[in-house]
């Protein structure tokens, strides 16, 4: 009797021996589902936006919806509570902004969540300038704004939607000694509504809100926080140069990340292709379009930025004395 059958059998039982535990043990690829990306505004405002713009663009790459979930509230906090407190497999993401991650901390006698122990950095994505905004019957420069409220003081406003442009009206209010009052709204929808309805002065706020009120005439952009120039708004002077403010510069970022724990190769995946997706032009487009500065920093970069940003507004908000809570 020949042997090969028999050594072919026992071959071929020593290969499934060999190779099926393994395979069976193998993760599936990644996503297998539909990923959940949290935003923690109302729809509409800059983060949201870049949220649909670049959640369509992995959506395509990776096969499984990236679907907006907008959870809104106490300064980005309760949307930033839902993530550190969900499964770290990959399919629940928080689109956070620079209050989530470094100021509230400081702002907050007590979090919910801990911005450095609860959240895995996968990317910074964007900047969204921002600009001081009147509505077309109010101060024609922001010069005139101060001269207002150095004339009456009391009676000018400002109304904001986060804790950025808080702090950055406060900043301003403090440096020149003026005496205006502050007004919370619940994001840029907010704003734009107290500036169209005129319960306001002006507001502080980032571009893509108030852009469609600017080109059609009911808002008038007075100046920009930070110190770049706004590609859809050339020609806007700073508040540095308009009020003497040097050095002068804030603007919201905004940054991917997932609950502490989610595994390095998931992360890795999703931050590779937020970086592609915001080299395409078509992007870029709809970014510029609403005054977002595509800026992709990796996680080990964006882990150490935000270290940096969190010593300059805890010293920030300490010296303008703010606290919430």
Request: hydrophobic share 45%.
């Amino acid at each position: 009797m020949s042997m090969q059958p028999i050594l072919t059998a026992l071959a071929c039982w020593a290969l499934l021996s060999a190779t099926t535990p393994d395979a069976a043990a193998q993760p599936a690829p990644y996503p297998q589902r539909p990923i959940r990306l949290v935003v923690p505004f109302p729809a509409g405002g800059p983060t949201d936006i870049l949220a649909r713009v670049v959640g369509q663009k992995l959506t395509e790459r990776l096969g499984q919806a990236v679907i907006v979930d907008n959870k809104p509230g106490a300064n980005t906090i309760i949307g930033a509570d839902v993530v550190a407190k969900a499964a770290p497999d990959g399919y629940t993401l928080l689109l956070a902004i620079d209050s989530t991650l470094v100021m509230n901390q400081a702002l907050y006698s007590k979090l919910p969540y801990d911005p450095v122990k609860d959240f895995e950095p996968i990317a910074k994505m964007a900047i969204s300038p921002l600009i001081v905004v009147t509505s077309s019957a109010g101060p024609h420069t922001l010069k005139d704004v101060i001269a207002q409220a150095k004339a009456q003081p009391g009676k000018v406003s400002f109304g904001y939607g986060t804790v950025t442009t808080q702090l950055g009206g406060e900043i301003i209010k403090n440096a020149l000694g003026l005496n205006i009052l502050s007004v919370a709204y619940k994001g840029s929808a907010g704003t734009v509504q107290g500036l169209l309805s005129n319960d306001v002065t002006y507001i502080i706020d980032g571009v893509s809100a108030a852009l469609p009120h600017i080109q059609s005439g009911k808002f008038r952009a007075l100046a920009t926080l930070g110190d770049k120039r706004i590609p859809v708004l050339p020609e806007l002077p700073s508040v540095a140069s308009e009020a003497g403010l040097h050095g002068f510069d804030v603007a919201v970022w905004m940054g991917l990340v997932a609950p502490r724990g989610t595994p390095e190769p998931i992360t890795r995946l999703l931050g590779a292709e937020v970086a592609r997706a915001l080299e395409l032009p078509d992007v870029r487009e709809k970014l510029d379009a609403v005054g977002l500065l595509p800026d992709m920093v990796p996680a080990a970069a964006f882990r150490g930025f935000m270290q940096t940003e969190t010593v300059k507004w805890q010293k920030a908000i300490t010296q303008a004395e703010i606290k919430i809570q």
